[in-house]
């Protein structure tokens, strides 16, 4: 395997289907041409790609909850309660932890299990072991586009039969869903692995069906900056488009700054189409979604409600395509279906009530805006330029070298040399900017700002302060200022 960002040659894709599609027994259910024929008869409502086409040209935000459990039956019930009790636009159908880890006999074990004990027993949708008529009945059940959620190094078997089981989105990518997910998986077989599934979306495309891809934007989910996750997706962009992949939905994780949040999701929208357009993917419709906070949230229910509305309000106000809701159970585990369809509810609430409203672009707006787009072209730009012109063997020097280095990830392929903390304001700034190619002047920019919040606390620059940060929220607040 010489990985290089060259879509993926036909006798080599059919090898590996082959493979791929022998995993498990239900991979002899999927059928290409059926599939096809199968996708151009759902209608065009519940096709994710339409919606969010039509979504971004109305400056709509849609809503869509995380939910997935054990049995068919009852994954439906969820589904149908989500979308009429919690007003959800768009759906999910969340892969369970042993699928996720290609465990498949143990997921089946799970529904085994489930089925006697009456309820699930798997933390999500064992898709896999279901098949693809299964997978169908899901997508027929109800009348709103529903996507694969997950978190998978090696997603080729989901992705074949879940796009054949009718699936019109897929999430993830070989960067988002290795380095944040898994400790000992190289980059090298992830992105390879993930280029299969990009073609395998590429080849629908070129047969008339489009499929939506979300690269996985909060990583870590922790005071992660939004140049790192903006490059992520970026680069697993470019990656996509270069297999056949037309629509594509990058995506953020909430930081709590509403003046960086708003400018990280119009900066990210903005940079990867620039980027596509560089390297002559004209023909991309690139949408944005903001994950709702990602950190720890309060036990507290009311307290966790003003934690999704803080969100929604972002979403709305930032001009997201969609927004990834959390419930008021998220301190506590899997939500019940009513939790969740109460965490939609308050978001549908603020962003029906924001929708005739934007953040405008204020100086402070604009210099925030700029700050994040000179960092994010830093660390493309240094990709490319280790690559020699190649995404995927830049991506793979980069992390080697830290040039791009996600924060508080367990992989052994990232250097986890940066350090996070958050200015006296609440965004996340770089306490230390490790190997990032950046110019003196934004080191200089963070060191101030940092400098600017120890001044305040009166206290010292330290790795504290990132303890304090990661705490703060279970207890009411931002920034993690000293008793």
């Known amino acids: 395997m010489e990985l290089k960002n060259k879509k993926l040659d036909e006798n080599i894709f059919k090898q590996i289907q082959r493979e791929v599609l022998q995993q498990w027994p239900t991979g002899k259910d999927v059928n290409f041409d059926d599939a096809v024929n199968y996708h151009k008869s759902i209608p065009a409502k519940k096709v994710f790609s339409n919606q969010l086409k039509k979504a971004k040209q109305k400056g709509d935000t849609l809503i869509q909850p995380r939910a997935g459990v054990a049995l068919v039956n009852e994954h439906i019930q969820l589904l149908h309660y989500l979308e009429q009790q919690g007003e959800a636009d768009l759906l999910p159908t969340t892969i369970d932890s042993y699928t996720r880890q290609n465990r498949y006999q143990e997921a089946e074990n799970g529904i085994i299990e489930s089925k006697n004990a009456g309820r699930s027993l798997l933390n999500g949708f064992p898709a896999i072991n279901h098949g693809v008529e299964l997978c169908r009945k899901v997508n027929e059940a109800v009348n709103t586009p529903v996507q694969v959620r997950h978190g998978t190094p090696d997603a080729r078997l989901l992705a074949e039969i879940t796009i054949a089981g009718g699936f019109t989105a897929f999430e993830g990518g070989g960067i988002s869903y290795n380095i944040p997910y898994a400790k000992n998986v190289s980059l ?13 979306i590429g080849i629908y495309e070129e047969a008339g069906v489009s499929i939506n891809r979300e690269p996985f934007g909060p990583l870590t989910g922790t005071l992660v900056p939004p140049c790192i996750s903006h490059s992520v997706a970026i680069i697993e962009s470019l990656l996509a488009a270069e297999q056949g992949v037309k629509n ?17 999701i119009r900066t990210l929208e903005l940079l990867t189409e620039e980027y596509l357009e560089k390297y002559g993917y004209t023909d991309i419709v690139v949408t944005t979604v903001l994950h709702q906070w990602m950190g720890g949230f309060p036990q507290d229910e009311a307290k966790a409600f003003g934690v999704i509305s803080w969100g929604a309000a972002v979403a709305a106000l930032a001009g997201a395509t969609k927004v990834i809701v959390k419930t008021p159970h998220e301190a506590m585990g899997v939500p019940t279906k009513e939790a969740n369809a109460e ?27 700029n700050i994040i ?38 992989s052994k392929y990232n250097a986890g040399e940066i350090l996070p903390a958050r200015d006296n304001y609440g965004a996340v700034r770089l306490l230390d900017c490790g190997n990032l190619p950046f110019s003196k002047e934004i080191i200089d920019f963070h060191r101030e700002k ?9 206290r010292n620059v330290s790795f504290q302060m990132v303890i304090d940060d990661i705490y703060a929220i279970g207890k009411g607040r931002l920034v993690g200022r000293p008793r």
């Open 188 to 200: 090298e077989k992830t992105i390879y692995d993930w280029q299969y599934v990009d073609r395998l």
């Open 248 to 264: 594509i939905t990058v995506g953020y994780g909430q930081c709590g700054n509403l003046l960086q949040d708003v400018a990280a």
């Open 343 to 369: 965490g939609l509810k308050a978001t549908k609430q603020l962003v029906t009530m924001l929708a005739d409203q934007r953040m405008p672009l204020t100086h402070e707006l604009e210099n925030e805006m």
């Open 373 to 410: 787009i000179a960092e994010t072209r830093s660390i493309v730009d240094k990709i490319f330029e280790l690559g020699e012109g190649d995404a995927a063997v830049g991506a793979i020097r980069a992390f080697e070298a830290g040039v791009i280095d996600v924060p508080f990830a367990p």
């Open 450 to 458: 940092i400098e600017e919040r120890a001044r305040y606390e009166k």
